[in-house]
């Protein structure tokens, strides 16, 4: 026999449910990405540049990610690294994106561990797609990608100075050594 809540009971929750919710969401303000991300130019090898710090990065140098059509759909992803230094052990880590955004293409899901998905939406890109500005909605990521292992220092400071628009503190950013 299952238990039955009270009614009140349950109109409660579902209100404290509502209002953890609504707070959740109004931490920040809604992400703009970009109009649209034709995919087959984003595929390809990105050197990351700068990034927020992120636990699964740790000690990583060199970093790089490389994104190519999955043979059942989607995207595959293998990101690389270095550790510690450039002639470090290498650490390597394949996963799978699938866009949630058709209109766009520009707010990916991004899995290295099914089924734990993250979000992955592109905030700002190149004309050339050569460089990238990747983050998620509740701004604890943010990556900094380049086409080439070394970004012109001005592209590098326009980048930077658009994050604070955007609900990013770039003084959190850390610069990712590349050879």
Known sequence: MRPHLPRCLQVAVLLALAVLLAGCAGRHPPLPTVEYVDLDRYLGTWFEIARYPAPFQDGCVATSATYSRHE????????????????????????????????????LKVTFFWPFYGDYWVLGLGQ???????GEPSRRYL????RTRQMDPALFEDIVGRLPALGYDAERLL?????
């Open 128 to 134: 050339d797609y050569d460089w990238a500005l990747v």
């Open 143 to 146: 990556w900094i990608l380049s």
């Open 175 to 179: 610069i990712t050594p590349q050879p």
């Open 72 to 107: 059942r759909g989607g995207i595959r992803v293998i990101n690389r690294c270095a550790v510690e230094d450039f002639e470090g052990e290498l650490r390597e880590a394949e996963g799978r994106a699938r866009v949630v955004d058709e209109t766009t293409n520009a707010r």
